[in-house]
């Protein structure tokens, strides 16, 4: 591995990386055909009647066979997945692993509802929406095309995944991972400061989970 990358990847924060290194890999795994994706999505019947529990983790790890819509989600969590660890969570690892749990544990309650057996795309849209609320007034640039405010950006990037898939169901996960995001900037930052005046359960990290990653 040539020193830029290696040098660049150990720079990522900590959950960040572990949840790019599992995504690249299951879609590796797929791809060399050592798995299948009917081994890893997500149904009720098939994770708890079979007990083939795995499939709870590895929906939020597939993104597809390597393509270009991989390379869009991926590159676009990855960057703004980085951005929220290192602005709003540093050196919290409990603190961001916690979130991303929570968001989980809601996408899978969901999933029935709206018939996704893949849930990537949708836990990938969490960190995207919550980075674009809590930095307002930053400009991105789209491509070098179109310069927009981040509150628009998830809304942008959705619109974009629609057209390179030609179908609005593409885009179903992504506007579920927005929604999601949505609650959970809502609790997090507008409850907690309006409402509850502090920090509560649904925001700090059990004690037993700051032990674990070494923050007690």
């Known amino acids: 591995m040539p020193v830029g990358i290696e040098a660049w990847f150990s720079q990522v924060p900590p959950i960040t990386r572990a949840w790019l290194v599992c995504a690249v890999l299951t ?11 009917l081994q890893l999505y997500f149904s009720y019947k098939a994770a708890f009647n079979n007990a083939q529990l795995w499939r709870i983790f590895t929906t939020f790890f597939y993104f597809g066979n390597i393509s270009l819509d991989f390379v869009f989600h991926l590159f676009f969590f990855m960057r703004y997945s ?6 709003s969570f540093p050196h919290q690892k409990a603190g961001y692993f916690y979130m991303l749990f929570q968001c ?9 509802l709206v018939t996704m057996p893949f849930l990537s795309s949708s836990l990938a849209f969490v960190p995207i929406y919550l980075w674009s609320r809590r930095h307002p007034s930053t400009h991105i640039s789209l491509f070098g095309v179109l310069t927009i405010t981040a509150p628009y950006l998830p809304l942008a990037l959705v ?6 898939n030609g179908t609005w169901h593409a885009a179903a996960g992504d506007l579920l991972g927005c929604a999601v995001g949505h609650v959970v900037w809502f609790v997090r930052d507008v409850w907690t400061r309006e409402m509850v005046g502090g920090k509560g359960w649904w925001s700090e990290p059990p004690d037993f989970l700051r032990r674990l990653m070494n923050e007690i």
């Not at 989980?104 to 029935?112: D, F, G, I, N």
């Open 82 to 87: 980085r951005l929220l660890e290192e602005s």
């Open 104 to 112: 989980a544990v809601m996408l899978l309650l969901l999933s029935p």
């Open 159 to 164: 619109a974009f995944s629609w057209v390179l």
């Open 27 to 37: 879609s590796l795994a797929v791809q060399c055909q050592m798995v299948t994706p």
